[in-house]
């Protein structure tokens, strides 16, 4: 079974572009999650989507950073315009939906990365 | 608020010693989920094991092993017999159960090098 795909794998772009990363969940996983990891900050959380619905966005950084998941099967998320300070491992990762147990969180698959460079 | 500390930054062994990855967590949930990850040099993100806070059953998978203690807020991983392919970053992390936060807190990771 394919995995999490995410595209492009790395991204060199100059500071002020636009950049765009594409994130394609595992098929029947309802919740989609956008990380980003720094050597200084971590893996952080940015924003997470359950069935194609923002939850929680509270770790966009700013007006710049967005996302939008238009269907089951596709997430972006959008820099405009990229800073330097915005290069980083972009992760999403996706996870099935809740099982009938009372108490259940399904494990959160990743994909590869987005590997993004500002110049 | 959630917390997970990973207090050893990189651990150094040498092949075929066992290692003990040290996850203290913190929140005010009762019922909550820890998971392991690993991340290898190739930088991908593997899932390794999840426990929720009702089961502190310890589990063992061939050389890995986890121990949950809700005493001491804990949720250690020890490798048995490491090899250089363990060589890796782990990442211990935190969500809420219930109908709380799916997202991850993560820790800040423990780099283990394994020599042959």
């Known amino acids: 079974d394919a995995g999490v795909i995410q595209s492009p794998r790395h991204e060199v772009t100059e500071m002020g572009q636009e950049v765009t990363l594409r994130c394609k969940p595992i098929s029947g996983h309802n919740s989609l999650f956008w990380y980003r990891q720094t050597m200084m900050r971590g893996l952080e959380l940015l924003i997470y989507?359950?069935?194609?619905?923002?939850?929680?966005d509270s770790g966009m950084p700013e007006d710049r950073f967005s996302a939008k998941m238009p269907n089951a099967s596709f997430s972006t998320l959008k820099i405009q315009p990229s800073e330097p300070r915005d290069s980083a491992v972009y992760f999403c990762a996706s996870s099935s939906p809740e099982a009938q147990g009372r108490y259940s969180n399904q494990p959160q698959h990743f994909g590869d990365g987005t590997r993004l460079s500002i110049l | 608020a959630q917390k997970v500390t990973q207090a050893q930054t990189e651990i150094s062994v040498v092949e075929k010693e066992d290692v003990t990855l040290d996850c203290v967590y913190e929140t005010r949930d009762t019922t909550y989920y820890l998971f392991w990850y690993k991340q290898p040099p190739s930088g991908e993100l593997v899932f390794l094991i999840r426990?929720?806070?009702?089961?502190?059953q310890n589990e063992i998978s061939g050389r890995y092993s986890w121990n949950f203690q809700k005493s001491t807020s804990s949720f250690n991983f020890t490798i048995t017999a490491s090899q250089v392919v363990d060589s890796a970053v782990y990442f211990c992390?935190?969500?809420?159960?219930?109908?709380?936060?799916?997202?991850?807190?993560f820790g800040s990771g423990t780099r283990l090098q394994v020599q042959p």
């Open positions: 992390a935190l969500s809420e159960g219930g109908t709380g936060r799916r997202a991850l807190t």
């Open positions: 426990r929720n806070s009702f089961d502190e």
């Open positions: 989507f359950n069935n194609n619905v923002p939850i929680d």
